[in-house]
């Protein structure tokens, strides 16, 4: 089982719908977590950090945390063709470091 | 700058020469992180900084890949003696070491291809 595991997709959903993108983690001392967007040809750009259970909200964008079923979604409403992209779940490993570990990503399509 | 920078943007190389790639962290952000993407691939974490000490090398894939940072500010990752398969984007995130918050800020990236 991967540490942190994502549906590579892709996800494909029209302009205007509400997409749904999940993720699983495996290390149950995980405190933060984190969903990052990556156009093609881009780096990652930080778009939602969750660190306690429930649902945090930024704009279009909503962060669900359960900790005890282990896994962080994002929704994200009214999708825009300019949120197609690459969405990459990373998960804090605890410890000195505080190293992310990270998904593969979800590719979304949002289909005009 | 308000984020975090990288250069070169691009370096193309022949196999066998050595590269050096830069970062300047987001000013006052103490961890630095470095990792490798290849093409369609997921991030991997190569080495992470705190301060000017490097706790964890523990995603440096041989012993040509050596890295540095100095001033506990810029860093510089060193690979000898390239190969095809070190072409990727390498990337550099920061991050702030007071608090609680983990979140990385990243670099747009040095895309290397070794001929």
């Known amino acids: 089982q991967k540490e942190v595991e994502q549906n590579s997709g892709p996800l494909s959903v029209p302009e205007g719908a509400i997409a749904s993108l999940n993720c699983t983690y495996s290390?149950?001392?995980?405190?933060?977590f984190f969903w990052y967007r990556q156009y093609s040809g881009k780096s990652p750009e930080l778009i939602m950090s969750i660190y306690s259970n429930g649902d945090k909200e930024d704009g279009r964008f909503t962060a669900q945390l359960n900790k005890a079923s282990q896994y962080v979604s994002l929704l994200i409403r009214d999708s825009q063709p300019s949120d197609s992209a690459t969405y990459l779940c990373a998960v804090n490993r605890a410890g000195n470091n505080r190293k992310l570990i990270w998904g593969l990503g979800t590719s979304l399509a949002v289909n005009p | 700058g308000a984020g975090v920078s990288q250069s070169p943007s691009n370096k193309v190389t022949e196999k066998g020469k050595d590269v050096e790639l830069r970062c300047d962290p987001i000013?006052?952000?103490?961890?630095l992180y470095w990792y490798r993407q290849r093409l369609g691939q997921g991030l991997e974490f190569l080495i992470y900084f705190q301060g000017n000490s490097a706790p964890d090398k523990s995603g440096l894939p041989s012993d040509r890949f050596s890295a540095e940072r100095t001033g506990e500010s810029v860093s510089t990752l060193t690979i000898q003696r390239t190969q095809q398969e070190d072409s990727a984007v390498y990337l550099c995130?920061?991050?702030?070491?007071?608090?609680?918050?983990?979140?990385?800020?990243f670099g747009p990236g040095t895309r290397l291809t070794v001929l």
């Open positions: 290390d149950r001392v995980s405190q933060s």
């Open positions: 995130a920061s991050r702030q070491s007071s608090g609680a918050m983990d979140e990385q800020f």
């Open positions: 000013s006052g952000h103490t961890a």
